[in-house]
């Protein structure tokens, strides 16, 4: 196996680049406040994106999928622990696709 050069030169550009996006970005929220409703927007970002990253999978997922999703979200609202809700989710879909 040999080491190409352009390849780790790209990779390494593009770490470079997401540093810089991420630091400048930090950088920005220093120097600036945002008004309110930037900073209400960004709050909810976060559950956008998984929702955004999770719904592929669970329309494509069939019933399996469906299964897990409504065991995460039960245990989720009963206990209130990620851990649990994702092993459990986890368990779910292993048995469904076992059966």
Known sequence: MSLRWDVVLAILGMA???YLLRAGG????R??????FV????????????????T??????G???LLAA???TGIMIGTRS????????VAVIWLSRLA
């Open 16 to 18: 470079l680049a997401t």
């Open 31 to 36: 120097a600036f406040r945002p008004p309110p």
């Open 63 to 65: 019933w399996p999928s």
């Open 26 to 29: 930090y950088a920005l929220l």
């Open 39 to 54: 900073t209400s927007m960004l709050g909810h970002m976060p559950g956008c994106i998984f929702v955004a990253f999770v």
């Open 82 to 89: 990620y851990m649990l809700a994702i092993l459990g989710g």
């Open 56 to 61: 592929p999978a669970l329309v494509t997922g």
């Open 70 to 72: 409504a065991a995460v």
